[in-house]
């Protein structure tokens, strides 16, 4: 039974037709015991009256930043800390913009800027709109901070599409904001990660290294920290902020990643290897810088740890998630390192689109089978990755 007993939910309504929706989402919402006060656009009013809203909350609905009337009973500053949740549903492409530009020129707009409370947003828009570079941006930018994407769903869709854009079902919308007051899927779980690329010096000035952006690993950081887990990031060199939460240890060779994933790996229950370690390091490191003098040199290379694999040979009973970027035989090639490297669960994808992109699509393979993950940015596949790891750390213990 869905309880949200005491909690304060601010239900911000944008101009969508799943707007009607939010009659039976306030209901759902009351029901489960929690305080709803709703802010609406004007173009959602022209979807679902403000009477029904305030019939169905119980309080009067805000509409305007500079209603003196409203302002006098609960000022929009007041609203803003008021909340324990505010829920964006449903959220038009226009207002996703806006958001992620951080305007603030309406009551809604101005709400989320001031709000310290969590911010959940339940996209509802067409499916080429959904689809459009621009608003797929705007999505990554919000979960970057941190804010939670619910959906959308797939099918139907009013303009007679069918396709990604529909706003999630209301008991869906409720279920998942009730999930944020439970503690996170990963609470109480220490989680290993290594990202980005690895340097094998050359010399002191050169190395050889890869393409490796890192973004998937902090994606994956980030998220399993909102889930609740204790998060060690072992990282190549990056150009990307430490999110909040995570305890980063910066390495450059394979050999140091190697040394610090082995460090802190003992108490924990999930390593994740994302890191692009290069395969190969050179024999000898030039103490001095090379010169330029023959017209051919030779680089004589030897094998470097496989870091995965050694974790997961030490017997730590830890469960193992490993990545493979390939460029052909993407399921087949990613299947085989799955068993060689003795791993739990690998997602594989397609190398060449995924370097430095904010987009990926993998298939999960398993001992159960494989599960294609259709294209989302990372973040969002980083939470799909981690309900994956978190059912299977389920399993594993019961
Ligand atoms: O490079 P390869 O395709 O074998 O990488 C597959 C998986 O193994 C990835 O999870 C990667 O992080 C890991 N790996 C590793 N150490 C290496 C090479 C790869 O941990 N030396």
């Not at 239900?11 to 707007?19: D, P, Q």
Request: negative net charge; proline residues 4%; glycine residues 8%.
């Amino acid at each position: 039974m869905l309880s949200l007993t005491n909690k304060r939910i601010l239900l911000g309504i944008t101009g969508g037709i799943a707007a009607y929706k939010c009659a039976e989402l306030t209901r759902l919402f009351t029901k489960a015991g929690a305080e709803v006060r709703v802010a609406m656009t004007r173009a959602a009013t022209e979807f679902i009256t403000p009477l029904t809203m305030q019939a169905l909350s119980g309080n009067r609905v805000h509409l305007d930043l500079l209603d003196s009337e409203a302002e006098a009973a609960m000022g929009h500053i007041e609203l803003a800390r008021w909340a324990d949740l505010v829920l964006i549903a449903p959220a038009t492409a226009d207002f996703i913009a806006r958001m992620s530009q951080g305007q603030a020129d309406d009551i809604l707009t101005t709400l989320v800027l001031a709000t310290a409370a969590p911010i959940a947003v339940a996209p509802a828009m067409n499916q080429a709109m959904w689809g459009d570079s621009g608003t797929q941006a705007n999505v990554a930018a919000l979960a970057q901070r941190n804010y939670h994407i619910f959906g959308p769903a797939e099918g139907e869709q009013a303009c007679g599409d069918v396709g990604l854009g529909r706003m999630l079902e209301p008991d869906e919308l409720a279920n998942a904001c009730a999930g944020l007051f439970t503690p996170g899927q990963l609470a109480g779980r220490k989680i290993v990660i290594t990202g980005g690329p690895t340097r094998e010096a050359i010399d002191p000035v050169r190395f050889i290294s890869n393409h490796s952006s890192g973004k998937m690993a902090y994606a994956l950081a980030a998220e399993a920290v909102q889930a609740g887990a204790q998060v060690v990031l072992v990282s190549g060199p990056v150009h990307l902020d430490t999110p909040e939460g995570v305890t980063r240890l910066d390495v450059e060779s394979a050999a140091e990643m190697l040394q610090a994933a082995q460090h802190n790996v003992g108490d924990a229950d999930v390593f994740i290897g994302v890191a692009a370690v290069a395969d190969y390091r050179p024999e000898l490191v030039a103490k001095e810088k090379i010169k330029k003098q023959a017209d051919e040199m030779q680089l004589r290379l030897v094998r470097n740890p496989d870091i995965i694999s050694e974790i997961a040979a030490s017997g730590s009973g830890l469960l193992m998630v490993g990545f493979a970027a390939e460029t052909e035989n993407v399921v087949h090639n990613g299947r085989e390192k799955l068993a060689k490297k003795n791993l739990d669960l690998l997602f594989a994808n397609e190398a060449t689109a995924t370097f430095n992109s904010d987009h990926i699509e993998v298939t999960a393979i398993s001992a159960e089978g494989e599960q294609a993950l259709p294209a989302a940015n990372k973040h969002l596949m980083a939470r799909k990755m981690l309900e994956l790891i978190a059912a299977k750390l389920k399993t594993r213990n019961t």
